[in-house]
Each structure stands twice: as C-alpha cells, then as structure tokens.
C-alpha cells in the first residue's frame, strides 16, 4: 500500500534488506542497458525489471546492496518513496516552482503512520531529496536508502 507523505511520521532505513525481497525493481532502458551484461535483468511486456533469484534482488549482499552510485537504478534509490505528477493533496510537494506528489510504501516495516495529517520536517527532508533524486538533480543518495556495499 501506498500513503501520501503527509500521513507518514517518520521513517529511517536500517539497512533490514526486506525491501529486496517485496519490491520488484522495474529499470529504465538506459538502467536495463547498463545491467544487460550481468544477466539478471529480465523484459516482461515492453517493461524490464532485476530479475529475482530465489525470491530476492541477486545483487543483494547481506542486507545491502553490492550495485554503486549510479549503477544503482533509480528505483531502489528512492524506495520506499514513489514520485508522481499527478495525486491526491496530502501527496503533494511542491520543488523549485513544480508539482509532485510524493507517495510512500507501507511495505518497509520503519514507516511510521502518523494519525494526524500533519507535516513532519525530517519525512519532508527525505521527500526533498527523492524529488531530487526522481528529477535527476541529484544522482547519488544521503538520507534515503542505506548505503551501497564497498
């Protein structure tokens, strides 16, 4: 399930690796292009995606991810944050004079629903930067996510 934003409290990654097993990661071309070569990228319908093994991401290292920086497609970059141009008013954020509706996933076990509809500065932090991240204006992740493995 997804829930606007604005109804999450907080959040935080702890690196628990859940979300490589729940999440099928869907790639852009150029990411599909850029993974091809490792052959665990699969097109289903005109859409690809990291083709799973045994029921998780293959490029999951422990709990952490082995892809870096900008071989980390974007997808898992911003999850458990999904960025729209169209939504509901509680998803709605607006960036350097743009319209986006930010949507977080219930999946990830450390969101935390709020029961007031009521703007928590860090999860707006965290919004912040997955707009960036959605936008292109930034390529790699501070807040959001945990960290690549080294």
């Known amino acids: 399930m997804y829930v606007p934003w604005r109804r999450v409290a907080s959040w935080h990654c702890d690196a628990c690796g859940i979300c490589c ?28 995606y990291i083709r799973k093994i045994g029921g998780r991401c293959p490029f999951q290292v422990g709990r952490l991810c082995s892809l870096q920086g900008v071989k980390k497609p974007a997808a898992c970059k911003l999850f458990p944050f999904f960025v729209r141009r169209k939504g509901e008013r509680d998803a709605f954020y607006e960036y350097n004079g743009e ?52």
Not at 31 to 44: I, M, N, Q
């Open 21 to 48: 097993y729940r999440y099928r990661v869907r790639l852009t071309f150029y990411e599909y292009l850029k993974l091809r070569p490792t052959g665990l990228v699969e097109e289903k319908f005109g859409r690809y």
């Open 99 to 150: 319209e986006f509706y930010v949507y977080i996933s219930t999946d990830c076990p450390n969101v935390v629903l709020s029961r007031e509809r009521r703007e928590s500065k860090r999860v707006e932090s965290l919004v912040r930067e997955a707009v960036q991240l959605y936008t292109g204006e930034k390529r790699n992740v501070e807040f959001i996510t945990a960290p690549t493995v080294v």
